[in-house]
C-alpha cells in the first residue's frame, strides 16, 4: 500500500463493525479521538460511541485511543466512562505510543489497526508502526 494512502476508508467511525474486525484478523485497535470519535467540542461520549466501543470489546477486540491532544484530564474524562485506555500527547506521527500499546497487549502489528481522520497524523503514525490504517472522514463541528 502507498505511503498517500489509507488501506481503508470509512464515512464514520460506526463503519467499523465488530463482524469487519473480526472478519480482517484485528485484534487491537487503536483509535484517535478528535474529530474522528467525537466531534473536537463534544465533552462527554455520544450514546453512539459508548454503544460502538461496548460492541466492540463484547467481540473480543482491544480498543484503545491514541490522540495527540495535550489535554490530560479531558482525556482520562472523556475515556473512563467508555472502559477504555487513553494516551494524550502521543505525537503522532511518531509511532511510539502505537508500538508501546501494541507490546503492552502482545498484539503483532499485522493484527493491529490505527483509525484516524488525518493522513498526515494517524495515517503515517500506522505506516511507520507497520499496522493497518484506516481513514474516517474529518467531522466537523455544525455551528
Ligand atoms: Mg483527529
Known amino acids: 500500500m502507498s505511503v498517500f494512502h489509507a488501506d481503508k476508508k470509512f464515512e464514520r467511525f460506526e463503519d467499523v ?4 474486525l473480526k472478519k480482517e ?3 487491537l485497535l487503536m483509535c484517535d479521538l478528535d474529530n474522528t470519535l467525537r ?3 463534544e465533552k462527554e461520549p455520544a450514546d453512539e460511541l459508548a454503544d460502538w466501543v ?5 467481540a473480543g477486540v482491544k480498543i ?6 495535550g489535554r490530560k484530564k479531558m482525556m482520562q474524562k472523556f475515556c473512563e466512562p ?3 485506555d487513553c494516551v494524550w500527547w502521543a505525537k503522532k506521527p ?3 505510543k502505537l508500538t508501546e500499546m501494541m507490546q503492552r497487549f502482545k498484539i503483532a502489528p499485522s493484527d493491529a489497526v490505527m483509525l484516524g481522520d488525518k493522513w498526515s497524523t494517524d495515517v503515517l ?3 511507520f508502526a507497520k499496522v493497518r490504517s484506516w481513514q474516517v472522514e474529518h467531522r466537523k463541528d455544525i455551528l
Open 17 to 20: 463493525t465488530p463482524e469487519l
Open 25 to 27: 484478523g484485528v485484534k
Open 39 to 41: 466531534l473536537h467540542s
Open 54 to 58: 461496548y460492541e466492540i470489546k463484547n
Open 64 to 69: 484503545v485511543v491514541i490522540s495527540n491532544n
Open 82 to 84: 467508555l472502559g477504555i
Open 94 to 96: 511518531v509511532s511510539t
Open 125 to 127: 503514525a500506522a505506516k
